[in-house]
């Protein structure tokens, strides 16, 4: 496969996961400024846009951190290179220089929902229609990767597609942890602030796993187990073990698929077995948020790796 190919390919799946993440972040901080009556409060959408890695981008442009202007920064401007509007049609775009190596029905999913949302009603999503508005955007990022996962071969097109999807999500994953590790330290650990299971709630809403956490973990929210579940749980499909195992096996594929292996896959097996056999105790001993810087920067590094390794335009 030609190396822009395999580049298009890569980003039009990171930037539908992307996309999909984006939304949840914005549903998870309108969900926790509601339920904590503090919705002109700054703290939640300054968390939410750090996030979301652009924090800095919107306080170039905005003096104060408001709903209002959060919500439309994060969905509808096209100065935010992670917005959903700018991730919607760059993973259009991506996806139309490669029509060939698409199939018809990832085609429509992507082509039609980037149709819809610049024809959205942005006035009346911003008067009451945003629980609505964040659905459906997940809803068409999940109708697009159903259609991937149903309809493409099993080729180097899909494992280059699959590495995009699982490099964002093991990037929005960490970041999210991250920017709320003060509320994730295990109960013998000083925290900084005060801290309820409303924080520990949105953190799961954000990656869809308040419902599977508790198949997995009995009683109330507990930050350790929120933080265990999300990095070291192989089950949880959004957790940072669980993308690393898949960014791994597609690696393996391709090494396969071209009979040799890249440098890369070394990257990619060393990141997950630090995840496969560093515990809890030995990450919250070295200190999370050390831990999590470290892992953007290698999931950084392996994306620029492959980039490299697979000749990217």
Not at 31 to 58: E, K
Not at 238 to 254: D, H
Request: hydrophobic content about 45%; overall charge negative.
């Amino acid at each position: 496969m030609l190396g822009r190919t395999a580049d298009s390919l890569f980003w039009m799946s990171r930037y539908m996961e992307r996309a999909e993440n984006i939304a949840r972040l914005v549903e998870a901080g309108h969900r926790l400024a509601l339920l904590t009556g503090s919705d002109a409060d700054a703290g939640d959408w300054r968390s939410t846009l750090a996030s979301a890695a652009c924090l800095d981008g919107y306080l170039a442009r905005h003096e104060t951190v408001a709903a209002g202007t959060a919500i439309d920064y994060l969905l509808f401007d096209p100065a935010n290179p992670v917005s959903v509007r700018v991730c919607l049609e760059s993973a259009r775009d991506n996806g139309r220089s490669v029509r060939t190596a698409l199939t018809r029905d990832m085609w429509e999913a992507l082509n039609t929902t980037w149709n819809e949302f610049a024809a959205a009603p942005v006035a009346e999503v911003r008067e009451g229609r945003l629980p609505e508005f964040l659905d459906w955007i997940r809803q068409r990022a999940m109708l697009f990767r159903g259609a991937l996962l149903g309809t493409i071969l099993r080729n180097d097109g899909y494992h280059f597609s699959q590495l995009g999807a699982f490099v964002e999500r093991a990037d929005q994953t960490a970041r999210i942890l991250d920017v709320k590790h003060y509320a994730l330290l295990p109960e013998w650990v000083p925290a900084v602030g005060d801290v309820d299971t409303y924080t520990w709630e949105a953190i799961l809403r954000a990656v869809s796993a308040h419902r599977s956490y508790r198949h997995v973990y009995e009683g109330p929210y507990r930050p350790g187990n929120v933080a265990e579940f999300l990095i070291v749980r192989e089950e949880m499909p959004r957790s940072l073990r669980y993308s690393y195992r898949w960014i791994a096996a597609s690696l393996e594929r391709l090494a396969l698929d071209y009979g040799t292996a890249a440098p890369v896959q070394a990257e990619a097996r060393a990141t997950l077995a630090l995840l496969e056999q560093t515990g809890m105790a030995g990450i919250f001993s070295r200190g999370l948020h050390a831990f999590l810087l470290d892992f953007i920067a290698r999931n950084n590094a392996l994306a620029a790796r492959i980039a490299e390794d697979y000749h990217f335009a």
